[in-house]
T-cell receptor
Framework: QKEVEQDPGPLSVPEGAIVSLNCTYS??????FMWYRQYSRKGPELLMY????GNKEDGRFTAQVDKSSKYISLFIRDSQPSDSATYLC?????????FGTGTRLQVFP | DAGITQSPRHKVTETGTPVTLRCHQT?????MYWYRQDPGHGLRLIHY???????DKGEVSDGYSVSRSKTEDFLLTLESATSSQTSVYFC???????????FGPGTRLLVL
Protein backbone atom coordinates (compact mmCIF):
# COMPACT_ATOMS: atom_id res chain seq x y z
CA GLN A 1 0.00 0.00 0.00
CA LYS A 2 1.29 3.43 -0.91
CA GLU A 3 1.84 5.97 1.86
CA VAL A 4 -0.34 8.47 0.03
CA GLU A 5 -3.33 7.51 -2.13
CA GLN A 6 -4.96 9.85 -4.61
CA ASP A 7 -7.66 9.14 -7.17
CA PRO A 8 -6.08 9.79 -10.59
CA GLY A 9 -9.32 10.87 -12.25
CA PRO A 10 -9.74 12.35 -14.76
CA LEU A 11 -12.43 14.52 -13.22
CA SER A 12 -14.50 16.51 -15.71
CA VAL A 13 -16.84 19.26 -14.44
CA PRO A 14 -18.72 22.23 -15.93
CA GLU A 15 -17.59 25.77 -15.28
CA GLY A 16 -18.93 27.08 -11.97
CA ALA A 17 -19.05 23.69 -10.28
CA ILE A 18 -17.62 22.95 -6.84
CA VAL A 19 -14.75 20.51 -7.10
CA SER A 20 -13.57 18.21 -4.33
CA LEU A 21 -10.14 16.59 -4.55
CA ASN A 22 -9.01 14.12 -1.92
CA CYS A 23 -6.06 12.16 -0.59
CA THR A 24 -5.71 9.54 2.08
CA TYR A 25 -2.51 8.60 3.84
CA SER A 26 -1.22 5.94 6.20
CA UNK A 27 1.60 7.65 8.15
CA UNK A 28 0.16 9.27 11.27
CA UNK A 29 3.41 11.23 11.73
CA UNK A 30 2.67 13.52 8.77
CA UNK A 31 2.27 17.09 10.02
CA UNK A 32 2.62 19.26 6.91
CA PHE A 33 0.14 19.04 4.07
CA MET A 34 0.29 20.72 0.71
CA TRP A 35 -1.53 20.92 -2.58
CA TYR A 36 0.39 21.59 -5.77
CA ARG A 37 -1.09 22.44 -9.15
CA GLN A 38 0.62 21.29 -12.33
CA TYR A 39 -0.33 22.53 -15.77
CA SER A 40 0.44 20.35 -18.74
CA ARG A 41 4.19 20.14 -19.48
CA LYS A 42 5.04 22.49 -16.60
CA GLY A 43 6.53 22.07 -13.14
CA PRO A 44 4.27 21.84 -10.07
CA GLU A 45 3.51 25.05 -8.16
CA LEU A 46 2.35 25.34 -4.58
CA LEU A 47 -1.33 26.12 -4.16
CA MET A 48 -2.07 25.56 -0.47
CA TYR A 49 0.01 24.75 2.63
CA UNK A 50 -1.45 23.67 5.96
CA UNK A 51 0.06 22.50 9.21
CA UNK A 52 -1.69 19.82 11.26
CA UNK A 53 -5.49 19.61 11.27
CA GLY A 54 -8.01 22.24 10.28
CA ASN A 55 -9.12 24.36 7.37
CA LYS A 56 -7.38 27.02 5.33
CA GLU A 57 -9.04 29.25 2.77
CA ASP A 58 -7.48 31.28 -0.03
CA GLY A 59 -9.91 32.85 -2.47
CA ARG A 60 -11.81 30.10 -4.25
CA PHE A 61 -9.65 27.37 -2.69
CA THR A 62 -10.14 25.65 0.67
CA ALA A 63 -7.84 23.00 2.10
CA GLN A 64 -9.03 20.67 4.83
CA VAL A 65 -7.00 18.27 6.95
CA ASP A 66 -8.57 15.57 9.11
CA LYS A 67 -5.72 13.84 10.88
CA SER A 68 -8.02 11.52 12.83
CA SER A 69 -9.22 10.03 9.52
CA LYS A 70 -5.88 10.52 7.71
CA TYR A 71 -7.72 12.39 4.97
CA ILE A 72 -7.09 15.70 3.26
CA SER A 73 -9.23 17.60 0.77
CA LEU A 74 -9.00 20.53 -1.58
CA PHE A 75 -12.21 22.31 -2.55
CA ILE A 76 -12.42 24.64 -5.53
CA ARG A 77 -15.48 26.90 -5.67
CA ASP A 78 -16.79 28.46 -8.88
CA SER A 79 -14.37 26.40 -10.95
CA GLN A 80 -12.96 28.00 -14.10
CA PRO A 81 -11.50 26.52 -17.29
CA SER A 82 -8.17 27.94 -16.13
CA ASP A 83 -8.33 25.53 -13.18
CA SER A 84 -7.87 22.63 -15.61
CA ALA A 85 -4.65 20.98 -14.42
CA THR A 86 -3.35 18.07 -12.40
CA TYR A 87 -3.57 18.54 -8.64
CA LEU A 88 -1.01 16.78 -6.45
CA CYS A 89 -1.29 16.37 -2.72
CA UNK A 90 1.94 16.18 -0.74
CA UNK A 91 2.75 15.63 2.88
CA UNK A 92 5.74 15.40 5.18
CA UNK A 93 6.94 14.68 8.67
CA UNK A 94 10.64 15.44 8.16
CA UNK A 95 12.62 17.01 5.35
CA UNK A 96 11.11 15.07 2.46
CA UNK A 97 7.75 15.35 0.75
CA UNK A 98 5.68 12.34 -0.25
CA PHE A 99 3.45 13.07 -3.22
CA GLY A 100 0.21 11.54 -4.34
CA THR A 101 -0.05 10.45 -7.96
CA GLY A 102 -2.16 13.49 -8.87
CA THR A 103 -5.76 14.02 -10.00
CA ARG A 104 -6.34 15.41 -13.47
CA LEU A 105 -9.13 18.00 -13.51
CA GLN A 106 -10.86 19.29 -16.63
CA VAL A 107 -13.26 22.24 -16.33
CA PHE A 108 -15.29 22.74 -19.49
CA PRO A 109 -17.07 26.01 -20.44
CA ASP B 1 8.53 32.73 -8.31
CA ALA B 2 11.93 31.30 -7.42
CA GLY B 3 14.38 31.41 -10.30
CA ILE B 4 15.06 27.78 -11.02
CA THR B 5 16.10 26.47 -14.40
CA GLN B 6 16.92 23.06 -15.79
CA SER B 7 19.07 22.03 -18.72
CA PRO B 8 18.67 20.45 -21.12
CA ARG B 9 14.88 20.64 -21.44
CA HIS B 10 14.75 17.63 -23.74
CA LYS B 11 17.22 14.85 -24.35
CA VAL B 12 17.28 11.64 -26.35
CA THR B 13 20.06 9.21 -25.59
CA GLU B 14 20.98 5.57 -26.06
CA THR B 15 21.09 2.79 -23.50
CA GLY B 16 24.44 2.60 -21.76
CA THR B 17 25.49 6.21 -22.27
CA PRO B 18 26.11 8.60 -19.36
CA VAL B 19 23.74 11.54 -18.97
CA THR B 20 24.00 14.62 -16.76
CA LEU B 21 21.10 16.92 -16.01
CA ARG B 22 21.69 20.34 -14.51
CA CYS B 23 19.59 22.37 -12.10
CA HIS B 24 20.39 26.01 -11.36
CA GLN B 25 18.68 28.25 -8.80
CA THR B 26 19.22 31.93 -8.10
CA UNK B 27 17.42 32.14 -4.73
CA UNK B 28 20.28 30.99 -2.48
CA UNK B 29 18.07 28.14 -1.24
CA UNK B 30 19.78 25.62 1.00
CA UNK B 31 17.79 22.56 -0.07
CA MET B 32 17.64 21.13 -3.56
CA TYR B 33 15.85 18.03 -4.84
CA TRP B 34 15.68 15.79 -7.89
CA TYR B 35 12.41 13.99 -8.69
CA ARG B 36 11.20 11.84 -11.52
CA GLN B 37 7.57 11.84 -12.62
CA ASP B 38 5.99 8.83 -14.27
CA PRO B 39 2.35 7.95 -15.04
CA GLY B 40 0.78 6.09 -12.13
CA HIS B 41 3.65 6.93 -9.79
CA GLY B 42 3.51 10.66 -9.40
CA LEU B 43 6.60 12.48 -8.23
CA ARG B 44 9.25 10.31 -6.62
CA LEU B 45 12.36 11.64 -4.90
CA ILE B 46 15.67 10.50 -6.37
CA HIS B 47 18.23 12.43 -4.32
CA TYR B 48 18.30 15.63 -2.36
CA UNK B 49 20.86 18.04 -0.97
CA UNK B 50 20.79 19.95 2.30
CA UNK B 51 23.89 22.02 1.61
CA UNK B 52 27.01 22.23 -0.54
CA UNK B 53 28.54 18.75 -0.77
CA UNK B 54 25.77 17.37 1.51
CA UNK B 55 23.47 14.93 -0.26
CA ASP B 56 21.27 11.99 0.61
CA LYS B 57 19.29 9.29 -1.17
CA GLY B 58 15.61 9.38 -1.87
CA GLU B 59 13.07 6.71 -2.69
CA VAL B 60 14.39 5.76 -6.15
CA SER B 61 18.15 6.46 -6.07
CA ASP B 62 19.49 3.29 -7.75
CA GLY B 63 21.30 4.14 -10.99
CA TYR B 64 21.58 7.84 -10.16
CA SER B 65 24.24 9.98 -8.54
CA VAL B 66 24.28 13.68 -7.65
CA SER B 67 26.75 16.40 -6.89
CA ARG B 68 26.50 19.89 -5.45
CA SER B 69 29.69 21.92 -5.50
CA LYS B 70 27.97 25.31 -5.34
CA THR B 71 24.78 26.46 -3.60
CA GLU B 72 23.12 27.31 -6.91
CA ASP B 73 23.88 24.12 -8.88
CA PHE B 74 22.69 20.55 -8.39
CA LEU B 75 23.67 17.92 -10.96
CA LEU B 76 21.97 14.59 -11.55
CA THR B 77 23.98 11.90 -13.36
CA LEU B 78 22.79 8.67 -14.89
CA GLU B 79 26.04 6.71 -15.07
CA SER B 80 24.74 4.27 -17.68
CA ALA B 81 21.26 5.13 -18.88
CA THR B 82 18.62 2.41 -19.15
CA SER B 83 15.20 2.48 -20.82
CA SER B 84 13.56 2.38 -17.37
CA GLN B 85 15.04 5.82 -16.74
CA THR B 86 12.94 7.35 -19.50
CA SER B 87 10.95 9.92 -17.57
CA VAL B 88 10.35 13.57 -16.85
CA TYR B 89 12.85 14.88 -14.31
CA PHE B 90 12.07 17.83 -12.05
CA CYS B 91 14.41 19.78 -9.87
CA UNK B 92 13.16 21.73 -6.87
CA UNK B 93 14.63 24.01 -4.23
CA UNK B 94 13.49 25.32 -0.87
CA UNK B 95 14.93 27.71 1.70
CA UNK B 96 14.50 25.29 4.57
CA UNK B 97 12.96 22.11 5.87
CA UNK B 98 9.15 22.04 5.66
CA UNK B 99 9.13 25.15 3.52
CA UNK B 100 7.69 25.50 0.04
CA UNK B 101 9.52 23.64 -2.68
CA UNK B 102 9.82 25.57 -5.93
CA PHE B 103 10.01 23.45 -9.04
CA GLY B 104 11.85 23.89 -12.29
CA PRO B 105 10.23 23.38 -15.71
CA GLY B 106 11.38 19.77 -16.08
CA THR B 107 13.62 17.76 -18.41
CA ARG B 108 12.10 15.15 -20.70
CA LEU B 109 14.55 12.28 -21.09
CA LEU B 110 14.09 9.45 -23.58
CA VAL B 111 16.46 6.50 -23.39
CA LEU B 112 16.35 4.34 -26.52
Amino acid sequence: QKEVEQDPGPLSVPEGAIVSLNCTYSNSAFQYFMWYRQYSRKGPELLMYTYSSGNKEDGRFTAQVDKSSKYISLFIRDSQPSDSATYLCAMSDTDKLIFGTGTRLQVFP
Amino acid sequence: DAGITQSPRHKVTETGTPVTLRCHQTENHRYMYWYRQDPGHGLRLIHYSYGVKDTDKGEVSDGYSVSRSKTEDFLLTLESATSSQTSVYFCASSPGVQETQYFGPGTRLLVL
